[in-house]
Nanobody, 124 residues
Framework: QVQLVESGGGLVQAGGSLRLSCAVSGGTFSRYIMGWFRQAPGKEREFVSAISRSGGTILSTESVKGRFSISRDNAKNTLFLQMNSLKPEDTAVYYC?????????????????WGQGTQVTVSS
């Protein structure tokens, strides 16, 4: 059974940084498209960023471009999200997800496995 466990969330002031990690077990990490999503209170879960199996292709939502950076370490079965210049509107629960298909996607329904999420709170 594939398991995804996020870590690295917390409380940070606006302008600060956090680095999220997602450890994957029970599957072949290098075969998965990996993505980060977030869900703010009262809102739907939204796409943040995704990375191809090799790490050569990245998709990101417009609001995080230039501030967030997704990466992966296939040798350590771990996905990362480096978040800089954080804003209060980035406050949300952040989820990592794994997609078994061959094509990178921003569609939530395409992802097969999900973590439990980690809370990120940005104070103004």
């Amino acid at each position: 059974q594939v398991q995804l466990v996020e870590s690295g969330g917390g409380l940070v002031q606006a302008g600060g940084s956090l680095r999220l990690s997602c450890a994957v077990s029970g599957g072949t990490f290098s075969r998965y498209i990996m993505g980060w999503f977030r869900q703010a209170p009262g809102k739907e879960r939204e796409f943040v960023s995704a990375i191809s199996r090799s790490g050569g292709t990245i998709l990101s939502t417009e609001s995080v471009k230039g501030r967030f950076s997704i990466s992966r370490d296939n040798a350590k079965n771990t996905l990362f999200l480096q978040m800089n210049s954080l804003k209060p509107e980035d406050t949300a629960v952040y989820y990592c997800a794994a997609d078994r298909s061959a094509y990178i996607t921003r569609e939530r329904a395409d992802y097969d496995y999900w973590g439990q999420g980690t809370q990120v709170t940005v104070s103004s």
